[in-house]
């Protein structure tokens, strides 16, 4: 036998080969066995994995998120709370965020943060009209009762603060938007159901008192007898029509007391 | 950042994939050969369908400690035989068995012969396989291997140097010895 023969005969082994069903499963066994290798892996925590990335400043994300948690939150919570009103979750946020601030602040500060907070009453007040009359048209006696609930408990809180307003002008603006409260209430009333008719009669009565209480504030300022422009005349003329219906012998007393007053009880 | 972050994790996700698809190449390319040679080496289909699996997944684990590719490897058909000659070494001393060994009966044969043979030429090689397998069997370990691998795998000189860490020379000098042991024994098996 030559070596060429001796290889040609080793060479014919090449027939001997595996299986295709086994190639096949084999294969696919071995990719199984390599992806649970590499997913233990990297559960070890492979530091240049995405994931261990995120691990590794985990405990800083936490703090982070935690500190504007506690930063943010308080403030966020107070400005949602600006446009809440009587009857909703926030509105009591709101009146306690209205109280820590007069705690907080000065004496000088305090009247003036109590006429910004009788603002604010009036401005609720005034969207309060607006779901008055939007309530009526849904002719929901209940809605509608508990907002007039709702504005006759701002306007006690108004009047509230009116007791320590000093300035005239800022009574004058006060009862200016309580002239078109009474308005806006007016025409609420006017397409209210009967069950509710004497609920708004209440809330009309509220509404006297609080101007009763402006025009109280208006007569003990100091130059009353000067008012701005024409407007506040009207507006000072506007209240003592009301008090004209106010029957109490304090305000009789008050009025006596005041010559401009006389004139046009005259 | 962002956007960095995303594009590491998809470039290390990208990475993964191309390494995982070029072993798989490779897996595809050099199974049989590796397959034929624990098989001549261990005369057991069921072992060499174990140990060639293995040897597969042995050459992942050491490419994978690295994050190498198999690209990046020179000469990766030396690295499989490397490892099969030593899961052979284990496998033997594990079953405590004579490293020659002969593939007895002629059943075993026609198991092992490629399924894409017609039935008459596998009668016809049946019997010469089975004689050169017997003869390559009885050879020392180191002639079955450079018998094997430069004339059966024809790996070159080169190569097989590198996989038994020998000069070229003395694997020159192995497989002109190999062949005469084999001829001579071949030559034997042929007169009685």
């Known amino acids: ?266 | 950042m962002r956007s960095d972050l995303v594009f590491c994790f998809m470039s290390h996700q990208d990475e993964k994939n191309n390494r995982e698809l070029a072993f798989i190449q490779l897996y595809d390319q050099y199974i049989s050969q590796i397959y034929r040679f624990i098989l001549l080496k261990t005369s057991s289909v069921q072992d060499a369908e174990d140990i060639a699996s293995e040897v597969f997944f042995k050459f992942w684990k050491n490419i994978s400690v690295t994050d190498a590719n198999v690209k990046d490897i020179e000469n990766p058909r030396a690295l499989l035989y490397c490892i099969a000659n030593n899961l052979i070494t284990d496998f033997y001393r594990k079953k405590n068995k004579k490293e020659l060994t002969i593939i007895d009966s002629d059943k075993n044969i026609s198991e092992i012969l490629s399924e894409n043979i017609d039935l008459y030429k596998k009668a016809e090689l049946e019997s010469d396989i089975k004689q050169t397998i017997k003869s390559i069997s009885k050879l020392r370990n180191d002639y079955q291997n450079v018998i094997i691998w430069h004339y059966l795998e024809e790996l070159s000189i080169k190569e097989v140097a590198q996989i038994m860490d020998k000069s070229q020379g003395a694997v020159r000098v192995l497989l002109h010895r190999a062949l005469n042991v084999l001829k001579q024994d071949l030559k034997n098996e042929s007169k009685m």
Request: negative net charge; proline residues 1%.
């Open chain 1, 1 to 266: 036998m030559t070596e060429r023969e001796l290889i040609n005969k080793i060479r014919e082994l090449k027939q001997a080969r595996p299986s295709d069903d086994w190639l096949f499963s084999a294969r696919h066994s071995l990719i199984n066995r390599i992806r649970l290798s590499e997913g233990a892996k990297s559960d070890i925590g492979n530091s240049l994995s995405f994931w261990g990335w995120i691990k590794q400043y985990q405990t800083l994300a936490l703090m982070t998120c935690l500190v504007v948690n506690i930063i943010a939150g308080p403030w966020l919570l107070a400005e949602a709370s600006r446009s809440s009103l009587p009857g909703e979750m926030l509105y009591s946020i709101k009146k306690i965020g209205e109280n820590l601030q007069i705690k907080v602040s000065s004496n000088e500060d305090k009247s003036q943060l109590q006429v910004e907070f009788a603002n604010r009453r009036l401005e609720e007040l005034n969207k309060i009209a607006e779901r008055l009359a939007l309530a009526s048209k849904e002719t929901e006696t209940e809605q509608t009762k508990q907002v007039i609930n709702d504005f006759k408990n701002s306007l006690a809180g108004a009047k509230e603060y009116l007791n320590n307003t000093v300035s005239k002008e800022k009574a004058v603006v006060v009862a200016k938007k309580a002239k078109k409260m009474e308005e806006d209430l007016i025409k609420a009333r006017e397409g209210a159901s009967k069950e509710t008719q004497a609920d708004f009669a209440e809330a009309e009565e509220a509404i006297k008192d609080i101007k009763h209480q402006i025009l109280t504030v208006i007569i003990n300022s100091t130059g009353y007898d000067s008012v701005a422009t024409s407007s506040d005349e009207e507006i000072v003329i506007y209240l003592q029509d009301n008090k004209n219906n106010y029957e109490t012998s304090t305000d009789c007393d008050v009025v006596t007391g005041n010559n401009a007053v006389q004139k046009e009880s005259k």
